[in-house]
């Protein structure tokens, strides 16, 4: 969550050596479903829900991204209180869009724009990963992943692996 909130605004800390993006970027983040996504990626970068003036919904900006940084989110359809899209404002004046997608959605759901950051929370279906390095090949983007194998040797994990190291390859 940190590193996904230095790449949307630019905001990286004096002691930091990887890469860096001096333009806004165009972002996911992803989970399991819907409701996970919600609950962990979305609270963990842009804080709670709250109400605002007029019964509207926004975001208190307790998270990562900070507060001023926030702009106006899109709320997706169908699931309460999650955001579709949002615009976070980078050090170079412009916007970075964010947008939070769910791994059960299938593959077709992350195929045809190209992203410069996509972080996957939790393991993924192997097709939905390799379709978001397709999404990073222009851009020279960034693919992160998060989890715990659980699974134990899933295809997934085996990717990791030097190919002498996975089972029944040589």
């Given at each position: 969550g ?51 003036e ?20 899109k709320w ?74 659980l ?13 002498e ?6």
């Amino acid at each position: 969550g940190y590193e996904t909130t230095c790449h949307l605004t630019g905001l990286y800390p004096h002691w930091w050596k990887g890469r860096r993006f001096r333009r806004p970027i165009r972002a996911w983040a992803a989970g399991d479903t819907n409701e996970t996504t919600r609950d962990i990626i979305q609270l963990e970068l842009l804080g709670q829900v709250a109400e605002a003036e007029g019964g509207r919904k926004a975001l208190d900006g307790s998270g990562l991204v900070p507060r001023e940084r926030i702009g106006q989110p899109k709320w997706k359809a169908g699931v309460a209180d999650f955001v579709d899209t949002i615009p976070v404002q980078h050090v170079s004046g412009g916007w970075s869009v964010l947008a939070f997608k769910s791994f059960d959605q299938g593959r077709k759901k992350f195929q045809g724009t190209a992203k410069e950051l996509i972080w996957l929370d939790e393991e993924c279906p192997l097709d939905v990963y390799n379709e978001c390095l397709l999404r990073t090949a222009t851009t020279r983007g960034i693919l992160m992943t998060t989890f715990t194998p659980l699974s134990g040797l899933s295809e997934h994990v085996l990717e990791f692996l030097p190919r002498e190291m996975r089972p029944g390859e040589k």
